[in-house]
């Protein structure tokens, strides 16, 4: 029985359909199972239309198939083949979506377990310096930042050492209400110069402007009461205002000026001969440098006197 022939506006209809549903649906593979599903045996005999097939539109294929005797079964097995290969692909969508999903979970959790979890606490004992001292206490330029109870210490003082404990427990039993801080003395000469401070511990509590030195016992308790009002019992001193380099220089040479003191109450033999030592050194020094000076001054002249000579 003669196969009907398609019209070749239909095929063409029909290639643009099936082209548009590839394209949008994404089955990539509807092409490659329409060709492998055609109905010609694959031997020689049939090589050229096997060619002439696989170079046709899908659409052709279709038809080829259809016409043929098991062209439905043939159908049939290619849309079976074709479920087969969208419920893999939905599979690995599935699971890569997923997996997408687990991972943007994971990504929620961890950052919801990195806001709640506790922030390393700041130390209860705060530490100044000299860089730092006016700008945290604001001592001289008023005070907003609290009182402050300060301990002056020395890295070497055995009792520094041994109240370091007490301040500890002293600072987080203040905590929120008044500021517990220490400064190396040794290491901020500055604003030890400014405090004028001479023993360690030296413990002073800032307030309104004026500083109250602590010299009762150094427990806890004692520490406590004092800084909860029992300095309002002792007479304050103005707290001095911040060191200005004119004030440094001068302190400088006045230390400088007072250890010489010292060597020459402690050591007056050597002191003096040192001075004479240096004295003769620097007499010498002048007297090179005004021969030397002298020389060149001959020289130039008698090398105008020879010039003018020529001339003449």
């Known amino acids: 029985m003669p196969q009907a022939k398609t019209p070749t506006a239909v095929l ?3 290639n643009v359909f099936f082209s548009t549903f590839i394209a949008v649906s994404g089955d990539v593979y509807i092409s490659d199972l329409l060709f492998t599903s055609l109905p010609f045996p694959l031997t020689t005999g049939c090589c050229s239309q096997l060619a002439s097939l696989a170079s046709q539109p899908p659409c052709h294929r279709l038809c080829a198939m259809l016409g043929s005797a098991n ?3 043939i159908v049939s097995s290619a849309m079976k083949k074709m479920q087969v290969c ?8 599935s699971a890569t979506c997923l997996a997408a999903g687990v991972g943007i979970l994971a990504l929620i959790a961890l950052s919801v377990f990195a806001a709640a979890a506790p922030a390393t606490p700041p130390p209860a004992v705060k530490e100044l310096t000299d860089a730092t001292f006016e700008h945290d206490t604001q001592a001289s330029t008023g005070a907003t930042t609290g009182h402050w109870f300060v301990k ?3 890295p070497w003082c055995g009792h520094c050492k041994a109240m ?4 500890e427990d002293l600072a987080k039993a203040l905590s929120g209400k008044i500021n517990v801080a220490k400064l190396d003395a040794t290491s901020n000469s500055i604003t030890a110069k400014r405090f004028k401070i001479q023993g ?5 509590y800032l307030a309104n402007g004026k500083m109250y030195e602590y010299r009762g016992e150094r427990s806890v308790e004692k520490l406590k009461a004092f800084a909860e009002g029992g300095w309002k019992s002792v007479e304050g001193e103005t707290i001095p205002s911040p060191l200005t ?3 440094v220089l001068k302190d400088e040479l006045i230390s400088a000026f ?3 003191q010292g060597i020459v109450y402690h050591a007056p033999l050597p002191f003096f001969l040192l001075f004479f030592i240096g004295m003769f050194s620097g007499i010498l020094l002048m007297c090179l440098c005004s021969l030397c000076s002298s020389k060149k001054e001959q020289k130039r002249s008698a090398v105008a006197s020879r010039s003018v000579k020529k001339k003449d």
Do not use: K, V
């Not at 969208?86 to 969508?93: G, I, K, L, M, Y």
């Not at 370091?164 to 301040?167: E, R, V, Y």
């Open 200 to 204: 360690f511990p030296t413990l002073y």
């Open 152 to 154: 002056f210490y020395a």
């Open 12 to 14: 063409s209809l029909a």
């Open 245 to 247: 380099t004119f004030d």
């Open 71 to 73: 062209g439905a079964a």
């Open 164 to 167: 370091a404990n007490a301040w």
């Open 258 to 260: 007072l250890q010489l």
């Open 86 to 93: 969208r419920q893999n692909r939905r599979q690995r969508r």
